[in-house]
Every structure is written in C-alpha cells, then in structure tokens.
C-alpha cells in the first residue's frame, strides 16, 4: 500500500504543471477592490511565482536599468517554446509595455490579470500568437512610490513617479538611448521582433465620457499596405470588438486647455516615443490611453479588455499580418527616397461621433483670468474633426551606406544595440561619397530631457573623395534595419543622432584667428584673388551687418581660406550613392 502511495505521489508531481497547481494568483488590485496597484517587488514576485506555477510561462532578466536592478520580460507561449526564432517561424508575437511611467499603472494591473487568467483558463489561450511582457519598464520610476505626483488622476491609491532613477521620461529615449532602461529595451525589442506592439498609458489634456482612447501609430508614416491595414482594418476592428463589449473608445484626445469638440489632430509619435520607435522595424504599433478621471478599477479592466481584443485581432490576421510586415521591407528596399518630415495633411479629415462634455472658459475666482470649466451633467454626441492624415514636407534620397568614422563610437553604440549590421574596412580606403556640411540649425534654448535638441537644420551637400582608414564604418542600408539608420542618421530628420547633440563638437571651432596677424593676411589673400575680393566687396554693399563689423569681415575671409579647419560644421557620416 505505501508503493502504491509513493507511486501516486510521484505521477501527481509530474504532472505537466510545475508546482503550485491551485494557486488563485489574487493580485492587490482584486484584493483592494480596484483601488490599489502594486509595488514593484510584488508585480516581479507574481510573475516569478506565476512562471513556477506554469510551463506556458517563463519570467527572465536581460539588461540593467538605471536603479541597479534588471528588465524582466515575461513569455507566455502554451507550446512552452520560448527561443524567439524558432516562435517566429510559425507564429505571431504580442508585446506589451508596461510601467514607462509608472503613474499610469493601469497596464501593469491588467497584464497581470491577463496573463493568469490565459494560464487558468479563465480565458481561450491564444493559438498562434505569443505573448511578451516588459513587467514594469521604468523600474527606478516604480521605486519612487507616492501618491501626490498624479495631480489630476483618480487613484490609484500609491503609484510610482514619472521619471526614473535619474529622471529621464523614458519615452523620449528610444533613440538618444541615454538611460540603461533604454539600452536594453532595444536588446529585448531586436531579439523579440514583435509583430504588434502595446505601450499602456493613462492620457491628460481634457474631460469626456471614454474610459478608453487608442493612439495607433501614424499609418502615413507606417507606410504602405501595412499602413493601410492598421488604418483601415486593425484600427476599425479594435473599436468594433470594444463596442460590442460596451467599451467605447475614440482616438486619442489630442488638445490641452480647450474643448475636443473643436477638432484635433492625430499625435506624430518621432521615433523618440516608443510607437515612433517600433514603426521603424515595421511593427503595428498603438498606445492605450486610459482617461486619467475614471476610477481606477474602471481604467484596469478597459485596459484587459483592449489587450484581449488586440490578441484576437492578431490571432484572426496573424498570417496577413507576418505577410504585410515582410512586404514592408521589400517594398521599402525598392524605393529610392524616404520622407523624414511631415506635416498635416489639411485636404484629408475623420469625422468622429465624438461623447465629451459641454465645456466653457468662465472667470476664474482664483486668478481672475479666463479657465476652462468641464459640466458633466451636459453629455454630448458631436461631429468632431480628427485630422489623421500626414504629408511628408522633407523627403531624402535612400543611399547604398553609410560612412562613419571610428572615432564616433557614441553613434556606433546604439547600432549596435539595434542589431544593425555593421562591416570594417580592412584598410585605408579612398571613397567617393555624398558629404553634409551643416549650414545652418536651431538649437533649444531649455533642457529637454538631458539635451538641447536641434531643429530646423539646413545642409549643403557635395560629392567628395574622402580617405577612410582601416576601421571605419561602412553600413549598408540594404538590412531590417534600414528605416532606423535613415532616421537617425540623416540630420535632418527630427529625432537624428544630430538633433539629439551626439555630434555638437563639430558645431564649434578649434583653431581662429589673432585680428592683428590674420588681417595682413587676409589683404593679402584678396589681392592675390580677385574674384575673393570682388565676393567680399559685394558682401560689404549689400550685408550693412556685415560692413559695420571688422571681425565679421576678417572671419568671412578667414573661412575662405585654407587655414579654416574643414572639421568645423562638417557632418561626419558620409554616404555612398
């Protein structure tokens, strides 16, 4: 009787769940009714407790953050398969974001309910789509507990801080990659690949009667087929499941201090933003944004319900889904330019149902100035304006590769963290390329996230031979990696590594000029070239800036010269046509 026992005991532990089986994983957000979030150590712990408990789920640390503690990412795949190249081969991968600030807590609550109810069965597991999670992405942030920074949110009780242990918001450093978060964030996502992406926030900016608002990243900018997918299918799809669940959602509120029903346009999530980001790699990207005044409970169980609906989305497309995205670089290698600036596009509009509340401006009896007063006692359906459509104002011509020099090995770092591939020269070489010289820029005038960011850049471009040296960089564009190696190192486009300062030293001289010597020089270079002086006479006549400055003139001169440092102002990425 007691083999018999032993034996039964045995198979009980085999069984194909790990320990644990009739564990109910009640989280603080159930226990608290709705009106508590976790602490950062509690959402690891379950996740950790939920990976021992089930083989469909595997919990793993990659990267640091600025805190000192690692990224998790958790897994849930019921094939227990969890090596992201062979899940690519047969099935589509979910991503999902959580804790970027960690205020906005809705997400972290609602992945935690999603992925034990999956696991329990509560819910249908997914089929051929996998799903991955950054737990809590702002860790230093999440650590930072309080319950005043959310001035306008209604609860949770306590939550984390916006920035994060060195106070970077980390959506602003998708490509700047100043923070480890960020670091290794684009180590996850390039070993990941997501084919849809979930970034959960929680919105500011104007009252309504939506729980929910979606923020999809710009089509027009997505581009293509796969553009028009997520604009004309996924996007409708979505409200649609939702609506039919009584979950209403619009677009994303997109105005401050004034009412929504005098139109609004779309966001443009740069790549500095993390749906900006993973367009790049032609992933379908949105944002959830939940309305920061609706009770908590309500904002969390909107949230589950939105990731449920993304997850049959993908499931029902996942295979026209894999094809689009496949398309999309093919057709992106085809082309021969790719726009880096956009604007909105004014001939194009969506009429939106839009549920607000009657607003007005009303004297202030605290400032006496004019301020926006919100009457929730007065709903509405209007027609309001949405403008979703973009132009590109700026378009650049797609070159074969790029040069870089191998001194600039603060450029090379986030390449390589981006898995692009990058080749060495094996020796000095002569190439003939397309160079930038900066000719005019502006630059910001506050801090901005750790940087004066520029803008508004002008260049002036040449063919040029340039010697290379063994060790310098070249990087074709003909890799996955093609959108994120335009949009960073073209120094026009808006989040480029030289608007993000990563190449200012170039802005400044270092060799000049003493007035006393230079200028008998200079008398003297004019006189040996006429056409020089004829320039000079003609800047003198119409410039009266520049006629009533003498070291304005002997600077002009001196920058006509050969002893002007060819450094100063010149772009050190170099492109071969």
Not at 167 to 180: A, S
Not at 289 to 299: A, F, N
Request: glycine letters at 6%.
């Amino acid at each position: 009787m007691k083999k018999l026992i032993l034996l039964f005991l045995i198979v009980m532990s085999c069984s194909s769940e790990k320990t644990n089986q009739n564990a109910d994983f009640i989280t603080v957000f159930e226990t608290s009714k709705g009106t508590q979030t976790p602490t950062y150590d509690e959402v690891i712990d379950f996740y950790k407790n939920l990976a021992k408990t089930y083989d469909a789920i595997t919990i793993e640390t990659i990267g640091e953050t600025d805190s000192g503690k690692p990224l998790h990412v958790v897994t849930l795949n019921p094939d227990n398969n969890f090596d992201f190249e062979k899940i690519r081969e047969n099935k589509r991968i979910l991503m999902i974001n959580n804790g970027i600030h960690p205020g906005e807590s809705d997400g972290i609550d609602a992945t935690m309910l999603l992925f034990r109810d999956l696991v329990q069965g509560t819910i249908e597991m997914p089929k051929s789509t996998v799903l991955v999670t950054i737990p809590v992405y702002n860790v230093g942030g999440s650590l930072n507990r309080n319950s005043s920074t959310r001035t306008n949110q209604n609860g949770p009780e306590a939550y984390g801080f916006r920035g994060n242990a060195r106070n970077y918001d980390l959506n602003r450093d998708f490509i700047k990659t100043d923070t480890k978060n960020a670091k290794a964030f684009s180590v996850i996502f390039n070993q990941v690949r997501p084919d849809v992406f979930i970034d959960n926030h929680v919105s500011n900016g104007a009252d309504y009667q939506y729980t929910l608002t979606h923020l999809f990243t710009q089509h027009n900018k997505l581009g293509g087929a796969l553009g028009e997918f997520l604009h004309t299918e996924m996007m409708p799809q979505l409200e649609q499941k939702l609506g039919e669940k009584d979950w209403d959602i619009t677009p994303y509120v997109n105005v401050f201090n004034r009412t929504p029903e005098q139109g609004f346009s779309q966001f443009m999530d740069s790549p500095r933003y993390s749906t900006g980001y993973t367009t790049l790699w032609n992933t379908l990207g949105m944002m959830v944004e939940t309305h920061m005044l609706k009770p908590y409970k309500q904002r969390v169980e909107g949230t589950y319900e939105l990731m449920k609906s993304m997850i049959e989305i993908t499931e029902g497309e996942g295979e026209r889904i894999s094809e689009l995205r496949q398309n999309a670089l093919a057709e992106l290698k085809s082309k021969k330019t790719y726009p880096l600036q956009w604007t909105i596009d004014t001939t194009q509009s969506t009429i939106l149902q839009f549920k607000g509340y009657e607003g007005q401006m009303i004297e202030s009896d605290l400032t006496g100035a004019q301020r926006l007063k919100y009457d929730r006692t007065q709903p509405f359906t209007k027609e309001v304006t949405y403008k979703n459509y973009m132009t590109p104002t700026l378009e650049v011509d797609i070159p074969k590769s790029y040069v870089i020099p191998q001194g600039w090995w603060n450029v090379i770092n986030p390449l390589t963290l981006n898995d692009i591939v990058i080749q060495k020269l094996e020796k000095d070489t002569t190439i003939t390329v397309t160079s930038y010289k900066i000719k005019n820029y502006e630059t910001r005038t506050r801090a901005y996230e750790g940087h004066y960011p520029h803008y508004n850049v002008e260049i002036e471009s040449s063919t040029e031979k340039v010697k290379f040296r063994e060790g310098d960089l070249l990087i074709n564009t003909n890799q996955r990696g093609c959108r994120y190696l335009l949009e960073t190192l073209e120094p026009q486009a808006p989040d480029s590594f030289f608007s993000w300062n990563f190449f200012d030293t170039i802005l400044q001289q270092k060799e000049g000029f003493s007035p006393y010597v230079w200028e008998d020089k200079a008398k003297l270079l004019l006189t040996q070239n006429p056409k020089l002086q004829i320039d000079f006479n003609l800047k003198k006549s119409f410039d009266e800036d520049f006629a009533n400055n003498w070291y304005a003139q002997l600077d002009w001169i001196h920058k006509q010269s050969i002893h002007y440092e060819k450094a100063h102002l010149q772009y050190p990425v170099y492109r071969i046509e």
